[in-house]
């Protein structure tokens, strides 16, 4: 038996990839891929079970509500996430029983683990801040990992029993320590050349300790788009995170 996938952004960086990706993988059929100027109502039409949605932070609501209420499972890796967003979310799943949606902050291994480590680490350091780089293309700032990766960390330094960090910055130009995610400093780097790429430097007394991954090539997201693919349809509700489909 075949899973009948969808692409939502089939045409953009990581859509385009993953559409091969599916295509390519035996227990997959691709029935539909969507663009900009598609209608959603394709995918009801193609019989879709699943649909992988890479589009944009002004789009990804607005299909998955269309998805979520036509009993259709998501995995997304479209970011730009809130807390309201996610209420929203849980809200249109809740009336679609049996229906799964997987977010995934970061699709590669690579990048949950360096999640994980950090997350790991976060108790033993006074001193915490994440350096994220992307391309000059992206919409959203800072991105999905590296907002996850704070949020991940000033909940294992809470839990710990470790202070918010002090800033001690008195003099200066707004902006230069970065975004405050819960209490971590988060820097956004965009260059042209680049793809994605995390620093989680943390410091103590005569020790320091980096945690850098580098995505290359989006082929490294396709592992876990599939993975998530197969597990999302045994998976109702919103899981949040690769990790929880993973043996780690
Ligand atoms: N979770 C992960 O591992 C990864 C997530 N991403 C995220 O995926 C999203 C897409 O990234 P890129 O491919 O780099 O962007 P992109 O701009 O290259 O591609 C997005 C595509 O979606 C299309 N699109 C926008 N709104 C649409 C709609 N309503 N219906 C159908 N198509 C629509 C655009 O026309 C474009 O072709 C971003 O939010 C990015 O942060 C990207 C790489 C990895
Ligand atoms: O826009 C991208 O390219 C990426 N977006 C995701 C994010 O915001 O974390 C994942 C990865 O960093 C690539």
Redesign the pocket.
Known sequence: MTLRVAV??A?????SEAVRAVEAAPDLELVAA???D?ELGELTKAGAEVVVE??????VM??LEFCTANGIHTVV????WTPERIELLEGWLAAAPGTGTLI?????IG?VLTMQFAQQAAKYFESVEVVELHHN????AP??TATRTAQLIAAARDAAGLPRQSDPTTHGLPGARGADVDGVPVHAVRLRGLL?HQEVLFGDTGESLTIRHDSLH?SC?MP?ILLGVRRVVQTPGLTFGLENFLDL
């Open positions: 939502i952004g045409k953009g960086r990581i859509g969507l663009g900009r598609s890479l589009t944009h932070p002004d789009s607005r299909n890796g479209t970011t730009g995934a902050p970061n699709f590669s990048a293309r992206k919409a959203d991105s999905g994605a989006h997201f876990g």
